[in-house]
Nanobody
Framework: QVQLVESGGGLVQAGGSLRVSCAVA????????MGWFRQAPGKEREFVAR????????YYADSVKGRFTISRDNAKNMVYLQMNSLQPEDTAVYYC?????????????????WGQGTQVTVSS
């Protein structure tokens, strides 16, 4: 089993920055990739970014490319999402997820473990 706990959400003005963190515990060696997803009110959960646990290869949704950066610190069992140039449309609950499946995917169905989410609100 893998446990994920997000932190660092909050309220920020448009154009500002925020970093959300994800603490990973349990069978961390079984994880192939870590991802961040988000869900706004009335919308489906959407992929934001992912990173492979070993090689650190990252991939981003077009909507956040160039503004968000995903990173990981395997020694600390942490994953981060640095969010810059935030816009009101980035407002959502942000979820950390872990996948033990080989292969790179943006589908939430391929992620086995999920955190409880952290709220990010961007005011205009």
């Amino acid at each position: 089993q893998v446990q994920l706990v997000e932190s660092g959400g909050g309220l920020v003005q448009a154009g500002g920055s925020l970093r959300v963190s994800c603490a990973v515990a349990g069978r961390t060696l079984s994880i192939y990739a870590m991802g961040w997803f988000r869900q706004a009110p009335g919308k489906e959960r959407e992929f934001v970014a992912r990173i492979t646990r070993r090689g650190g290869t990252s991939y981003y949704a077009d909507s956040v490319k160039g503004r968000f950066t995903i990173s990981r610190d395997n020694a600390k069992n942490m994953v981060y999402l640095q969010m810059n140039s935030l816009q009101p449309e980035d407002t959502a609950v942000y979820y950390c997820a872990a996948s033990t499946n080989l292969g790179l995917t943006t589908s939430s169905n391929d992620y086995n473990y999920w955190g409880q989410g952290t709220q990010v609100t961007v005011s205009s």
